[in-house]
T-cell receptor
Framework: TQLLEQSPQFLSIQEGENLTVYCNSS?????LQWYRQEPGEGPVLLVT?????EVKKLKRLTFQFGDARKDSSLHITAAQPGDTGLYLC????????????????FGTGTRLQVTL | ETGVTQTPRHLVMGMTNKKSLKCEQH?????MYWYKQSAKKPLELMFV???????ENNSVPSRFSPECPNSSHLFLHLHTLQPEDSALYLC???????????FGPGTRLTVL
């Protein structure tokens, strides 16, 4: 069973601070996805990383895929209260039989709270 | 119009009740999914439907019964649930196996 462990589990920081959250596994993935889930909402896809060593930026968010494609990190610069939420990494296993639906497996999540 | 909608948003039911959760997607997608998100476990896939056909049942107890009458609607029928079934139930849809899954806001279920 492929598992995704995320750390830290909880993080409470003040506005303006930087932070990094991690997504680790012993398995190799063809790609990893990062989601943010705000209170009362479903997860929303932020980015997909595909190539080992890849770095993607989304405004103040920087995503990195490990060289061995077993882990990924998310770094937030100058956090804002709007960044508050649950950050989830996930990998996708396209269904073998049908080939036309996917099967997401999610990590344990990091709950981030940014206060003024 | 919101892409994926779920009703009700909150539901409280007794262990002997029968209720149904509804999901509707307005994105023209062909695949729909039910996920369970509880406090103590990672978000986990329950069922997958592709073109109205169930293609995945992730060892879900029979007290959860999904129904997909067409590619736009997905139901989850609930009966004789247990308190440990209390969770946020999320619906999602996607166009195919390489496309993004879009999630609804979820139904917060409490079983007394």
């Amino acid at each position: 069973t492929q598992l995704l462990e995320q750390s830290p589990q909880f993080l409470s920081i003040q506005e303006g601070e930087n932070l990094t959250v991690y997504c680790n596994s012993s398995s190799v993935f063809s790609s990893l996805q990062w989601y943010r889930q705000e209170p009362g909402e479903g997860p929303v896809l932020l980015v997909t990383v595909v190539t080992g060593g890849e770095v993607k930026k989304l405004k103040r968010l920087t995503f990195q895929f490990g060289d061995a494609r077993k882990d990924s990190s998310l770094h937030i610069t100058a956090a804002q209260p709007g960044d508050t939420g649950l950050y989830l990494c996930a990998f996708d296993s396209p269904q073998q039989n049908t080939g036309t639906a996917s099967k997401l497996t999610f990590g344990t999540g990091t709950r981030l709270q940014v206060t003024l | 119009e919101t892409g994926v909608t779920q009703t009700p948003r909150h539901l409280v039911m007794g262990m002997t009740n029968k209720k149904s959760l509804k999901c509707e997607q307005h994105l023209g997608h062909n695949a729909m999914y039910w996920y369970k998100q509880s406090a103590k476990k990672p978000l986990e896939l329950m069922f997958v439907y592709n073109f109205k056909e169930q293609t995945e049942n992730n060892s879900v107890p029979s007290r959860f019964s999904p129904e997909c009458p067409n590619s736009s609607h997905l139901f989850l029928h609930l009966h004789t649930l247990q308190p440990e079934d209390s969770a946020l139930y999320l619906c999602a849809s996607s166009q195919g196996n390489t496309d993004t899954q879009y999630f609804g806001p979820g139904t917060r279920l409490t079983v007394l």
